[in-house]
């Protein structure tokens, strides 16, 4: 007498009435990590003036002011204290416009 692992019935691979399945072409969220197209709004918001950004009043981000620095350093610019993320967006422009950097 052998003790068998595995069942001799047969096997049903479907999933339960109501279970999602398997199938990619149903699945709609990113697969391995791979990142999602923006939403629209956030495309349209990019180029809104930055006066009219929700939260152009907050204080700049740290990548802002990182990047900032360098641009003042290069253009031979103080850098002011305290900007929000409205201002500090303004000053990378003219800073760019003026050192040449990011331009394609």
Same mark, same amino acid.
């Not at 999933?15 to 939403?39: E, I, K, L, V």
């Not at 031979?76 to 760019?96: C, N, V, W, Y």
């Given at each position: 007498?052998?003790?068998?692992?595995?069942?001799?019935?047969?096997?049903?691979?479907?999933p339960p009435s109501g279970a999602p399945h398997d199938d990619p072409s149903q699945n709609r969220a990113p697969q391995n990590g791979?990142?999602?197209?923006?939403?629209?709004?956030?495309?349209?918001?990019?180029?809104?003036?930055?006066?009219?950004?929700?939260?152009?009043? =907050?204080?700049? &981000?740290?990548? #802002?002011? @990182?990047? %900032?620095?360098?641009?003042?350093?290069?253009?031979?610019?103080?850098?002011? =204290?305290?900007? &929000?993320?409205? #201002?500090? @967006?303004? %000053?990378?422009?003219?800073?760019?416009?003026?050192?040449?950097?990011?331009?394609?």
């Amino acid at each position: 007498m052998t003790d068998a692992p595995f069942s001799d019935a047969p096997q049903n691979d479907a999933p339960p009435s109501g279970a999602p399945h398997d199938d990619p072409s149903q699945n709609r969220a990113p697969q391995n990590g791979a990142p999602q197209d923006p939403p629209v709004d956030s495309i349209e918001n990019a180029s809104k003036p930055t006066d009219e950004w929700v939260t152009g009043d =907050e204080p700049m &981000t740290g990548p #802002q002011h @990182s990047y %900032l620095q360098t641009l003042a350093r290069e253009a031979g610019r103080e850098l002011p =204290e305290q900007l &929000t993320k409205a #201002q500090a @967006s303004d %000053l990378i422009e003219e800073l760019q416009a003026s050192t040449g950097r990011g331009q394609s």
